[in-house]
C-alpha cells in the first residue's frame, strides 16, 4: 500500500474540473475505448490550458506563484502535467503516454462524423472509422483514409464549379487523378494536398492580378480626371507674353510638362500599337471621356 501519491493542487475549481474529476472516478473502474479516451482528452486539455492561463496570471507583473491567493505549487518538475503544453498534459493524464497526435485525430474524426459542411460520404465514413478505431485501435490508418476522402471531395468540387478558373480547375482534376492512382493512403494523401496547395497559389496569383489590374484602372481615371481640370491652360496666356512676363522658374516648368506629355503621349501610341497588333481591345469605360462637349482618348 501507497504511504503518499502525488497529487496535483489546481489553482481554482472550476465546475469543468468537478465534472472531469466525476468522470475519472466513474471510469476508473473500466478500460476506456479510444473514442472515449479521445473525449476525456479534449475535456482534459481544456482544463490544462486554463491552469496555465491561471499560472501566467499568477505570476504577471511579479506577482507571487505560491501565496495563498493562487493555490499553485512552488515549482513543477519536467515530468509534472503542469510544466508540459496542454496537449501533451491531457494525453499523459488520459493514457499515460505521449499519444496528443493519435488522440488529435481521433479528435478530428469525431468533428468530421458529424459536420454538416462535409459531404455525407464523408460524414458517413468518419463514422465507420470510429467504429473500427474502438474494435482495434488503429487510428493513423483510418484517419489517412478518411482525410483523403474529404481531400478529394473538395477537389471535386472544384473540378464541378464551372466559375473557377480553367486552370484551376485542371491543376484540380489532375491532382483527384493522381492521388486515387496512388498505391498506398499516405501518397494519395500527400498528392491531394498538393493538389490544393497549388490551387490555393492560382488562387491567390490571380487575385493578385485583380488587385493590380484595379489599380491601374484607378491610376487611368486619375489621369483622366487631371487632365480634365487642365484642359486650356495653353490658352490662358498668349505665347509672346508668356515668354516676356514669366520668369526662368515657370518656363522650365512648362518645358517639364511639355516633355512628360510628350513622352506619354509616345509610350501610349507604342501600347496602342501593341494592342492592335494582339488585337486587344482597351476597356470600354476607360476610352471615351466627354469634357466640355468633347471626346477625348484617355
Known sequence: MWETVPVWIPARVSPLLRTVAMFDDETLHKPLTVTEQAALYAEYEKLYAAQARLRQEATRFGAATNGPDTGLSESSSPESPTALPSRQAAALAVTGKKSATRLDQVRDLQHLAVDNAEPPAVRGQAVEALARVDADGKVNPRWEQVKLAQLLAVLDEIVADLGQAEEVRAVAVDAASRARDAEATPDGLRRA????????????????????????????????????????WWEMCEPDDFWAHADEYTRNLVDTYIAGVRGFAERVDAARSAAADGHLEPDAHLTDVKTDGQEEQR
Open 193 to 232: 494536398r498538393q493538389g490544393l496547395e497549388q490551387v490555393a497559389r492560382l488562387r491567390k496569383q490571380a487575385k493578385a492580378g485583380r488587385r493590380a489590374e484595379a489599380a491601374a484602372r484607378r491610376d487611368a481615371a486619375q489621369v483622366a480626371r487631371i487632365i480634365r481640370g487642365e484642359i486650356g
